[in-house]
């Protein structure tokens, strides 16, 4: 929501607020800046300053599988769980943040379960549901253990984030559907989904981030098959190489292309409907 | 809702969809709380068998007993005796709660000063989005990797050395800083500010700034707008941030040990190595005092303010 100032003469505060702001970007990407420049590390280069040269060997080393990690193999395990994830998460946590618009019995529990689930330490989830399979004889599975620990992070996390967008939805919209006449399909088929869009965009980015870079809740909960989380964590506790910091400048390349092309989606929408209220 | 509002909202919605016929509504109707039963189904029945089930669990396995060769079911105190007579146990309570507590002190301060600066400060809504953005953009890295990321830059011959050098502030490059107490506590900082002005610029982007300019012209200064208008207004924020943040220091499980040098230890860390060596009885005992701690901690946390009212209207 835009906040207009009393006047336009900007207060002491936006400077030194503003400065504070600007002194909070430096600090979050100077160590980001360090792995990117690092990661062109030339070929006798180590993991510190100074750069030996100039190369885009680790850049490599990524897509080739090694002898300490197969980061191609763990990469689309990870990325074919995070989008399992990221679907259950939207499915669910909209139904339910629609369902929590009213006081049901057994709201409350709910509510305190999502909550202890989210505050939960992570290591503890993996725990738990590593040692339920150990009693019931089952094998630990990247879509079975490692789903379901995932899970109990991502759905509060949805549920949360749907309380913020359900709050400012209002309900006459739906009450003008019914009253022209939709039905229940209809009515959530065009009228509420399509106004929650963007929250539910933003919960399954969010979601299929959570997941993707998830460790200590999968670790106990895996199996033998690795995520690429694991996978990183391996390479660091055996040998350390500027792979990691490619790594690194890689999904951060990634993670910026992702939120270009939602971004841009985003607003297209919104042009799109301002285009269709105005006409 | 106007009639203005309904025109603007419908031809989106509704344009030119066939609709039932007015006047044959639904023939049954569901009572309105299994309406939402149904809504919320899926999500009680995964969280119950995922989250609830387990934890039942391992609380009851911390009553077991064990040895070399395997788990046995009894009922024994002796795992909690063990771990309350462990003086390692008080001092890597102590050490992640000094953590918690200064981190939480320092992520409130910026998270909160940095979401007031981009609902309040920041005019156009695109600014607010990119700048929020940048914030959230490195959080899409991993955490391993954003952890790792400080050593080459606080290390003996790292960046941040070699600019004080460069910049005749020491003569000599500072040790402490990486491999330490302080490193661990700049790390946490980087990694979870974000959790901070998440929930907080959502509870101050509700703020009607009516009542910031009506507590003005009533004479309150900058400063009492501050305390008694805008902070009770995002309270519910600034708890749910806390709890985030608090949380996720007490679960810890990679930063110190990556990052304090072996000075200090965390609570999973002590606790996985107990999983690892299959020691489950106290591995259990230790989770479910942990458990409870933080279960306490949030209790308290939330018996401030009422989180759920403030969140589901």
């Known amino acids: 929501m835009a906040a207009g100032r009393i006047s336009d003469k900007r207060p002491w505060t936006f400077y030194a607020l503003a400065t504070l702001f600007g002194a909070f970007l430096l600090f979050l990407y100077g160590p980001m800046f360090v792995i990117y420049v690092l990661s062109f590390q030339g070929d006798n280069g180590g993991v510190t300053f100074p750069m030996v040269g100039f190369s885009l060997t680790w850049f490599k080393e990524i897509f080739q599988p090694g002898q300490m990690a197969n980061i191609p193999v763990s990469f689309s395990r990870s990325i074919g769980l995070a989008a399992v994830v990221s679907g259950l998460t939207v499915v669910i946590s909209v139904a339910a943040g629609l369902g929590f618009r009213r006081r049901f019995p057994g709201s409350g529990v709910l509510f305190y379960l999502a909550i202890a689930s989210l505050v939960m330490p992570s290591l503890l989830v993996g725990f738990g549901i590593g040692l339920s399979f150990q009693f019931l004889g089952v094998e630990p599975g990247l879509f079975t253990s490692a789903l379901g620990a995932q899970l109990t992070w991502t759905l509060p996390f949805g549920l949360f984030a749907m309380f913020a967008v359900v709050n400012r939805f209002n309900r006459s919209w739906e009450e003008a559907a019914t009253d022209l006449g939709a039905n229940a399909w209809q009515r959530l088929r065009h009228v509420t989904i399509p106004i929650l869009l963007p929250g539910i965009i933003g919960v399954a980015m969010g979601a299929f981030t959570l997941s993707y870079d998830e460790y200590a809740r999968t670790t106990l909960t895996i199996g033998t098959k690795n995520t690429l989380p694991l996978e990183i964590y391996a390479l660091i506790s055996s040998a350390t190489s500027p792979t990691l910091f490619a790594i690194g400048t890689l999904t951060t390349g990634v993670s910026f292309l992702a939120i270009t092309i939602s971004l841009l989606l985003v607003l297209r929408m919104q042009r799109r409907r301002a285009f269709a209220k105005a006409g | ?313």
């Open chain 2, 1 to 313: 809702m106007t009639s203005a509002g309904l025109s603007s909202i419908l031809p989106f919605a509704l344009r030119g969809r066939p609709v039932a016929e007015p006047g044959k509504r639904r023939t049954t109707r569901l009572p309105p709380w299994l309406v939402s039963w149904f809504q919320v189904g899926p999500l009680a029945l995964i969280l119950v068998v995922v989250f609830a089930l387990p934890t039942a669990l391992f609380l009851i396995v911390s009553f077991y007993d064990y040895d070399r060769m395997g788990i046995y079911p009894a009922f024994l105190l002796d795992n909690y005796r063990e771990l309350f007579t462990t003086p390692a146990t008080w001092r890597v309570y102590a050490s992640s709660l000094k953590f918690a507590v200064i981190v939480w002190a320092i992520t409130l301060f910026l998270g909160f000063n940095i979401s007031y600066f981009l609902i309040f400060h920041v005019r156009s809504a695109v600014i607010r989005t990119v700048l929020f953005l940048l914030c959230a953009i490195p959080f899409w890295t991993s955490g391993i990797i954003r952890t790792i990321a400080w050593i080459p830059f606080l290390g003996r011959n790292g960046a941040f050395n070699q600019m004080l050098m460069g910049l005749g502030i020491t003569s000599h490059p500072l040790t402490f800083l990486l491999f330490s107490d302080f490193a661990v506590i700049v790390t946490y900082v980087h990694l979870f500010t974000l959790l901070m002005i998440g929930p907080i610029a959502n509870s101050l982007s509700k703020i009607d700034p009516a009542l910031m300019e009506a507590a003005v012209d009533a004479g309150a200064s900058r400063w009492r707008t501050m305390v008694d208008v805008v902070i009770p207004l995002s309270k519910t924020g600034i708890t749910l941030g806390s709890i985030l943040v608090f949380t996720q220091v007490m679960g810890d499980y990679f930063v110190v040990r990556q990052m304090s040098g072996g000075q200090s230890a965390s609570i999973v860390s002590m606790l996985s190595t107990q999983i690892q060596a299959m020691q489950y009885p106290p591995a259990s005992a230790n989770a479910m005092v942990l458990v409870i701690f933080v279960a306490v901690l949030v209790a308290v946390m939330m018996k401030v303010v009422d989180v759920r009212k403030e969140l589901v209207k």
